[in-house]
């Protein structure tokens, strides 16, 4: 069993689940169901647990009882390879020395009843407990459920802190760019691979909420003449800039915050303006690349034009 948590770094608590039957075959997961035990001593915790809603699994309906302990039962989803997961909505649980035990029930097997089964809880027996009694029945399939059962107490199988705020979890600020318009004027024989500018947003929300990434969109600009590092906002040309196809280059930089969808990611935009300065780069052309020719009868009049030429 592989059980990575990871608690609070985007605003949620994940918890993966592998499962593997005899042989290294991935379950049925029509027939394999995994519940997941969340539980603390500390009577605050049950408000905590009640408040939390789950983004990939469900709460099941569990009857029975518990006591000297307070939390309840997620039910995790099969997400594909034998790997199940329960993932809370933002904000979760904020809480430290959270218990988390498992129960792991199949509908198959010497143990399946019509009405009921026991299934073992992956935690630890062994005294001094942690926690006390638990009879719970947890619902499978149909009218099918799993008793999970423990007289004298049980310990965690493993514990995990929480700590992340409640309004840690909110996106609440847009981002804000250090100028209103980025603009500037450069050579048409500008080297390709100069910075252009350097641009830069800050937002206030705390976390993932104010971590910033950049885009850039040039509806005036041929696709790639700039380009804009994601992270560090900094705007190179990475083609040549010609005055005489474009005097003008514009686009549009966004700033995206990173949060939780609570309400969402808020993005900002900003102008980039780059004006080009002619250069001298080009000889004349004439009209007809390969000479003039005329032919004139030897008394033509001094004063009358042989020929033009354009360039």
Known sequence: TALPICAGSDCRITINVTLYDKGDVVP?????????D???TNSSFQAEFDSTTLETGNIPSVTGSRSGLYGGWWKAKHIGNGVYQARTNPPPIAFKNIGLSLVVATLDG????????SSPLFGSLTAPFQYAKLDNNLPLSGNQVANVFSSNGYNPLKTFDSTIKAIDCFNNHNPVFKENVYEDRWPESLRVGTILFNISATDAD?????????????????PGTIIIDP???TVTLKKSLDFETTA?????VSAIDQGPHIPGRRTTTVAVIIDVDEENDNA????????????????????????????
């Open 248 to 252: 003008r280059y514009s686009a549009v």
């Open 38 to 40: 969340i539980a603390h």
């Open 110 to 117: 010497i143990l399946n009843y019509t009405t009921g089964r």
């Open 284 to 311: 004349p052309i004439f009209t007809e690349p390969f000479g003039y020719n005329e032919t004139i009868s030897e008394d033509h009049d001094i004063a009358t034009p042989v020929i033009t030429v354009r360039a």
């Open 206 to 222: 705390p976390l993932a909420s104010g971590r910033i990434r950049f885009s850039i969109s040039t509806p005036t600009v041929t």
């Open 28 to 36: 049925d997961e029509r027939q394999t169901f995994l519940f997941v």
């Open 231 to 233: 992270i560090t906002g």
